[in-house]
């Protein structure tokens, strides 16, 4: 239904007067203003220095926009007017998981507009994990209801291992339909490098039913160097690139090892994973061959910036304005063959309007011909959003989190601010009554993950660099099952938190001295369907009441999402045990040497 046809339902329901509340006239004013846009801005035109990527020119140019699309560009001189704006193609994010903002698509599209962006390559793996293909179906249908460009992927993994209990499966089947649909654009990330190593079966045919009908795949292959990067690359198709990204490399060394394999590089600046510094000097060299993303983005980061934070870090860093946009803008959309527009005659009118290069604030942003967005404020209007979610066990005791063991010396994860990646500590253990407790003056604290699927005992272990002094804080996010993880310097205060979490059906939350908060997420226990300015500062509020318990890392609440997650090295927590990542198998609490 366009706005029109729901400006003359809206009329019918209220007898054509607008004798309504306050709320109703809002939104009687709403839906006169957008059927007035469609049918006034239909054409219109802008003058502005345009910046054009493909020829690597910059030049004032009249543009005239109808019906969404580039009607004509006319070039007005060479050389640019200072006195004139300048305007350009949105900005992509080319890997991103919009369920770890927290925010409903329509939300994140509300917020993203702002920066500049036009576009997301996004992977629903996460709400894939907990609710299966429903999960998608919501993602995109969602979506669908904003003027935002989401281009979804078929998830590759779900469940991620068999080493964790996840809500759902995407069998090699499930996976093929997926693909065969008009609104999947690609395989999404393939964490399971040691089964594209191994030629495992089901793994294979996820990729061949991807690869015969030429939608590209995406990788996930965090340390794979040499020999073994070029073998993924390939995933048994000798010479050929097969999996075409990837977005997990830590250093500029391991990069360049799957470049020369064939590979797209996704330099990544999420809420939690931050590799900007190490890569982005391999811009300069291969400018056809990078893309910008964020992976994982919580709220209030979003609504700080977004793309538009790299290109302004990468133009500090005296790279070329024209490379940096290849990478936030071009390369994405000639990657994954997106209809997303390029500022170029009858493409779609996507793009956006800047005061000067130097500055680079937005002024604008255009989607199919729409202003979406105007210095800092966003013309997308929130949306009612229907409730999907798997949530199934019972509330815990404070004993259901106690470890009874005589081990003298024991396995700790150490959390690594700004990294996915953990290391494995050997640390000697406090026991009391042949029971094991956290060793709080020495920041080793004891972490959970609870099974919200099914009702098992809580899977334990320890973890260093939280820094909590008094309290706990616990999530429903947590990568990539998106079972409950909890950490805590007590048992009570690990029940406490879990069982807020398990009473709201999901959410993050944090207990501190005699004060306690939550923010639910009811949409799959990964998402609030609330207005995202609201819960950007709702989660900001709760992000300063951790660090007041004495966290010194950056994003807590993203640093603790990861630390179930089983395909990134080194030393992890499933809710079926401690797990070797290195080994990729289980190992114990105890140290045994």
Do not use: W
């Not at 959309?333 to 493409?347: A, C, F, I, K, Q």
């Not at 793009?351 to 500055?359: E, G, Q, R, S, T």
């Not at 953990?422 to 920041?443: A, H, M, Q, W, Y």
């Not at 706990?472 to 205060?493: F, K, L, R, W």
């Amino acid at each position: 239904m366009n706005h029109r046809e729901h400006f003359v339902l809206f009329m019918i329901k209220n007898n054509g007067t607008i004798k309504l509340s306050n709320n109703k006239i809002l939104q009687y004013f709403h839906f006169l203003f957008s059927s007035f846009y469609l049918y006034f801005m239909k054409k219109f035109t802008l003058t502005a220095n345009l910046i054009n990527i493909f020829e690597e020119e910059i030049y004032p140019a009249y543009i005239s926009v109808e019906d969404g699309i580039i009607k004509k560009i006319n070039k007005i001189s060479t050389h640019r007017d200072q006195s004139l704006p300048y305007i350009l193609p949105g900005f992509i994010d080319a890997h991103v998981h919009i369920e770890s903002s927290m925010l409903v698509p329509s939300e994140f599209a509300r917020l993203a507009v702002v920066h500049g962006t036009v576009a997301t390559v996004s992977d629903p793996h996460e709400i894939a994990n907990v609710c299966g293909e429903a999960g998608v179906d919501f993602m995109i249908k969602n979506g669908k209801e904003v003027p935002f460009k989401f281009f979804f992927g078929a998830p590759s993994c779900v469940p991620a291992t068999a080493f964790e209990t996840a809500g759902a499966t995407l069998d090699a089947i499930a996976v093929e339909k997926l693909l065969q649909r008009e609104d999947i654009f690609y395989l999404s990330e393939m964490m399971n490098f040691p089964g594209v190593l191994h030629s495992d079966k089901e793994v294979m045919k996820k990729i061949e039913a991807a690869k015969k009908i030429n939608k590209p795949v995406d990788g996930h292959a965090p340390g794979l160097r040499g020999e073994d990067a070029k073998r993924y690359t390939e995933a048994g198709y000798k010479d050929t690139v097969t999996i075409s990204t990837d977005h997990e490399c830590f250093t500029k060394e391991e990069a360049l090892d799957k470049l020369n394999a064939g590979m797209h590089i996704l330099i990544r600046e999420g809420s939690a994973a931050r590799n900007f510094e190490a890569l982005i000097d391999l811009l300069n060299n291969y400018p056809d061959r990078i893309m910008f993303c964020s992976d994982d983005k919580h709220p209030d980061s979003l609504v700080e910036g977004h793309i538009n934070l790299l290109v302004k870090r990468a133009l500090g860093k005296g790279i070329s304005l024209f490379n940096i946009l290849k990478a936030a803008c071009l390369n994405p959309v000639l990657h994954y063959h997106l209809p997303v527009g390029l500022l170029r005659e009858n493409d779609p009118a996507d793009f956006m309007v800047i005061d000067n290069v130097a500055n680079f604030s937005i002024l604008k942003t255009f989607i199919n011909g729409r202003q979406v967005a105007e210095e800092g404020k966003t013309f997308i209007q929130s949306i009612p959003v229907n409730l999907i979610n798997h949530f199934n066990c019972s509330p815990k005791t404070p004993k259901d989190f106690q470890i009874k063991s005589a081990a003298p010396v024991i396995n700790v994860i150490e959390a690594l601010d700004g990294e996915l990646i953990t290391n494995r500590l050997i640390e000697k253990s406090v026991i009391k009554n042949g029971i094991l407790f956290p060793d709080i003056e020495n920041d080793i604290l004891k972490i959970t993950v609870v099974n919200r699927y099914l009702d098992t005992a809580p899977s334990l272990a320890f973890i260093k660099n939280f820094g909590i002094k008094n309290g706990a804080i616990a999530s429903s996010v947590a990568h990539d099952s998106h079972n409950i993880i909890a950490i805590g310097t007590s048992d009570e205060y690990l029940c406490r938190a879990v069982n807020l979490l398990i009473e709201s059906k999901g959410g993050i939350c944090v207990i501190g001295d005699q004060k306690e908060k939550v923010l639910p997420l009811p949409v799959a226990g990964l998402m609030s369907g609330k207005d995202g300015y609201t819960v950007a500062k709702e989660y900001a509020a709760m992000d300063k009441m951790v660090k007041e318990t004495g966290s010194r890392l950056r994003a807590p609440f993203m640093t603790l999402s990861f630390m179930a997650l089983l395909v990134i090295p080194h030393l992890k927590l499933s809710d079926k045990g401690l797990f070797d990542g290195d080994k990729f198998e289980f190992t114990t609490l105890s140290y045994s040497g």
